[in-house]
């Protein structure tokens, strides 16, 4: 039974496109997040949202938006998507904010053409 | 501003021996200090993290040193096996943090049989 599941696994898309990943987690969690994953593996935190509060990294284009359908959901839409946004995108969550520890999905790998 | 600096980019140990990987963090504010590991195609996965009151955390062979005051903490894997390639990544977050895990680059370890 996974604790947490992203959908989907891989998204092609052309440059332009509004495109959705969908992210959910059945550990009763409070605390959910979007990390992104570049070519070089490096993990970079996008946003935390806890209890309908947004913390946004100030690095993130408005482009990307999370969205809550409840607590145990936190979906992200991309607009206008850019060459550069082709990464590995996942989803995570943790009991609380904080020094907690997180639970991380398998990913979704976006490729932009 | 690199907050979490990890080595060795990549590090080739024998079946058998043991595997090192060192973090240095900058933010004293941090106070959890994670360890993930992840193979191609999954997520992060936790594997230890330790807390700065204490300076080592041991679970089955893999043990955790942390030095508060040089600000640095390490992963020692003892008796690695082929199983244990995959790659590393030391993390921190501070309580009531609400941006997330700041994670080092990583780093590649191969178990040569």
């Known amino acids: 039974d996974t604790a947490v599941s992203q959908t989907p696994k891989y998204l092609v898309t052309q440059m332009g496109n509004d495109k959705s990943i969908k992210c959910e987690q059945n550990?009763?969690?409070?605390?959910m997040y979007w990390y992104k994953q570049d070519s070089k593996k490096f993990l970079k935190i996008m946003f935390s949202?806890?209890?309908?509060?947004?913390?946004i990294n100030e690095t993130v284009p408005n482009r990307f938006s999370p969205k809550s359908p409840d607590k145990a959901h936190l979906n992200l839409h991309i607009n206008s998507l850019e060459l550069g946004d082709s990464a590995v995108y996942f989803c995570?969550?943790?009991?609380?904010?904080?020094?907690?520890?997180?639970?991380f999905g398998d990913g979704t790998r976006l490729s932009i053409l | 501003q690199q907050q979490v600096k990890q080595s060795p980019q990549s590090l080739i140990v024998q079946k058998g021996g043991i595997s090192i990987i060192n973090c240095a963090y900058e933010?004293?504010?941090?106070?959890?200090f994670p360890w993930y590991q992840q193979f191609p195609g999954k997520g992060p996965a936790l594997l230890i993290a330790?807390?700065?009151?204490?300076s080592e955390k041991k679970e089955g062979r893999f043990t955790i040193s942390f030095n508060k005051s040089a600000k640095q903490f390490s992963l020692h894997i003892m008796d690695s096996q082929p199983g244990d390639s995959a790659t590393y990544f030391c993390a921190a977050s501070m309580r009531g943090g609400a941006d997330g895990l700041t994670f080092g680059k990583g780093t590649h370890l191969i178990i040569q049989p």
């Open positions: 949202y806890n209890n309908k509060e947004l913390i």
């Open positions: 550990l009763g969690h409070d605390t």
């Open positions: 995570a969550s943790s009991q609380s904010r904080g020094s907690q520890p997180q639970h």
């Open positions: 933010n004293t504010a941090f106070d959890y």
């Open positions: 330790i807390r700065p009151d204490v």
